[in-house]
């Protein structure tokens, strides 16, 4: 069984930045797409980016491309998404995933483990 803990939400000001980190335990999670996911009352939860099990590929919403990046670290079984030039609008509860296949994509439904949730304020 995959657990997933989310961390590094918090309160700030438009134009600033955030890191969250998702730590993974169980299983391989070298073997792991990973991705992140926000979610609002308003949109519902969309997807933000997602990287491939050896951290070498990446893909992004196109709302977040450019000030949005996502890494992980295999050895410490984490993966990181670092939010830089935040906006009011990036305001959310964000969620990381993992699809134990190593496909990951766009789409929650290609997701098997979901943390509980971080919650980002952006304000003005």
């Known amino acids: 069984q995959v657990q997933l803990a989310e961390s590094g939400g918090g309160l700030v000001q438009a134009g600033g930045s955030l890191r969250l980190s998702c730590a993974a335990s169980?299983?391989?999670?070298?073997?792991?797409?990973m991705g992140w996911f926000r979610q609002t009352p308003e949109k519902g939860r969309q997807f933000v980016a997602v990287?491939?099990?050896?951290?070498?590929?990446?893909y992004y919403a196109d709302s977040v491309k450019g000030r949005f990046t996502c890494s992980r670290d295999n050895a410490e079984n984490t993966v990181y998404l670092q939010m830089n030039s935040l906006k009011p609008e990036d305001t959310a509860v964000y969620y990381c995933?993992?699809?134990?296949?190593?496909?990951?994509?766009?789409?929650?439904?290609?997701?098997?483990?979901w943390g509980q949730g971080t919650q980002v304020d952006v304000t003005v």
């Open positions: 169980g299983g391989t999670f070298s073997n792991y797409a």
């Open positions: 995933a993992a699809d134990p296949i190593g496909v990951g994509g766009w789409s929650e439904k290609g997701y098997d483990y």
């Open positions: 990287i491939d099990p050896s951290g070498t590929g990446t």
